[in-house]
């Protein structure tokens, strides 16, 4: 059994590894019912075999939160952010979310370079008051951003999910839409002259994924590429960030798989007059 396991093992591995390069194995049987495997880059074929096989990679450079703990990465800089319920109807039913009559935004603290994707899933908040009395909810601006400045989501890059009151989704740089598609399976049901179906609305999660690659642009909408496009002169770094505008932002899981991640230069903190210390404290201090 352990013969045939490692041999898998070593036929995964060399599909990992690429042609031409041999892979690594165990110096001695595996011990206990845990398998490990490395790989040094991944080639098409590879991705190919993770698709195709169910499997699931991770790595040092990819950040996952659930939301399960306080989200002390995290910092809101428009609306009210906290756990609350996502239905008017149900208030049992609670999640990480952001809510405001104008800008909700929360961005993460730290600062990426180079490549960048963020993954979401999301949905939008059930019973806000302003939101049309009939159904109560507004189905426009799911937004992710990336490389932007911590602050403006106009900063950076705009991947915004029913944008325009749900006319259009689009990818923006500031202000300027680098590329956008009205095709009905990339926005949101409408609620102009009908009522969706519960699951595919009321109840439904969206999986969100922008991703930066070198110059190239895309946004995947529920595993499907909405929109692909490039910037030729690409942003470099920033930070990522989710927001919507006169809407609420229900957030279940986050994940970011990142190239490179820059250190704060500046202290966290800058103390500009300094609290003199008791006299005491400051001649046992310099004992």
């Not at 990679?57 to 609306?79: C, I, K, N, R, V």
């Not at 969206?206 to 692909?228: C, N, S, Y």
């Not at 300094?274 to 005491?280: D, F, G, I, S």
């Amino acid at each position: 059994m352990v013969k045939a396991l490692l041999l898998t093992l070593w036929m995964t591995s060399a599909v990992l590894a690429g042609a031409g390069e041999r892979p690594v194995l165990p110096p001695s049987p595996p011990v206990g019912p845990h398998i490990a495997l490395a790989a040094d880059g991944l080639g098409g074929s590879a991705e190919t075999l993770l698709e195709s096989t169910g499997l699931a990679a991770s790595g040092a450079q990819l950040l996952d939160y659930t939301f399960a703990s306080a989200p002390t990465e995290w910092e809101p800089t428009g609306g009210s952010w906290q756990v609350f319920s996502r239905f008017a109807c149900d208030p049992s039913w609670s999640f990480f979310g952001g809510y405001s009559q104008g800008l909700a935004a929360i961005w993460n603290k730290r600062l990426f370079s180079g490549d960048v994707t963020v993954e979401a899933y999301v949905s939008f908040k059930h019973g806000l008051p302003w939101n049309p009395i009939s159904w109560s909810y507004r189905p426009a601006d799911l937004s992710l951003s990336l490389c932007g400045d911590g602050q403006n989501p106009a900063a950076g890059y705009s991947f915004i999910y029913a944008a325009d009151e749900g006319s259009r989704t689009l990818i923006r740089r500031g202000s300027t839409v680098l590329a956008s598609t009205s095709r009905p399976e990339f926005l949101s049901p409408s609620y102009s002259d009908t009522r969706p179906a519960t699951e595919d609305f009321h109840r439904r999660w969206w999986q969100l994924v922008a991703q930066k690659t070198g110059d190239r642009l895309r946004f995947w909408i529920d595993g499907r590429l909405a929109l692909e496009t490039t910037d030729p002169a690409p942003l470099e770094q920033g930070r990522i960030g989710l927001w919507t505008v006169r809407n609420g932002m229900m957030v279940a899981r986050v994940r970011v798989a990142y190239q490179q991640e820059l250190k704060r230069q500046e202290p966290l903190l800058v103390v500009t007059d300094p609290v003199p210390l008791p006299a005491a404290i400051t001649q046992l201090a310099a004992r």
